[in-house]
């Protein structure tokens, strides 16, 4: 079994910045991969951005591409979003996820889920 914690949420102006955290902990194995997804109200859950074991491939959706980064730090277990430039429609409550193979844009590739954090972006 796998534990995802997210952090880091908040209510911030727009044009400004948060950084999201997910603590990984439990069966991990190695050679994970993570994702950030996000959900807004009335609407469906959206791939954010993704990233492999080594950290050095990334993808990102559109939307949020040049203005958020996903990093991970093996040693501690947890995957970072770096979110910069936050417009209000980036307001969503923010996913991480859990897989070790699959299509990294598809939430039904991953295992596992944390319980979110919410972002409001305030115009």
């Known amino acids: 079994q796998v534990q995802l914690v997210e952090s880091g949420g908040g209510l911030v102006q727009a044009g400004g910045s948060l950084r999201l955290s997910c603590a990984v902990s439990?069966?991990?194995?190695?050679?994970?991969?993570m994702g950030w997804f996000r959900q807004a109200p009335g609407k469906e859950r959206e791939f954010v951005a993704a990233?492999?074991?080594?950290?050095?491939?990334?993808y990102y959706a559109d939307s949020v591409k040049g203005r958020f980064t996903i990093s991970r730090d093996n040693a501690k277990n947890t995957v970072y979003l770096q979110m910069n430039s936050l417009k209000p429609e980036d307001t969503a409550v923010y996913y991480c996820?859990?897989?070790?193979?699959?299509?990294?844009?598809?939430?039904?590739?991953?295992?596992?889920w944390g319980q979110g954090t919410q972002v409001t972006v305030s115009s």
């Open positions: 439990g069966r991990t194995f190695s050679n994970y991969y």
């Open positions: 996820a859990f897989q070790y193979g699959g299509s990294m844009r598809y939430g039904e590739s991953y295992n596992y």
């Open positions: 990233i492999n074991w080594s950290g050095g491939s990334t």
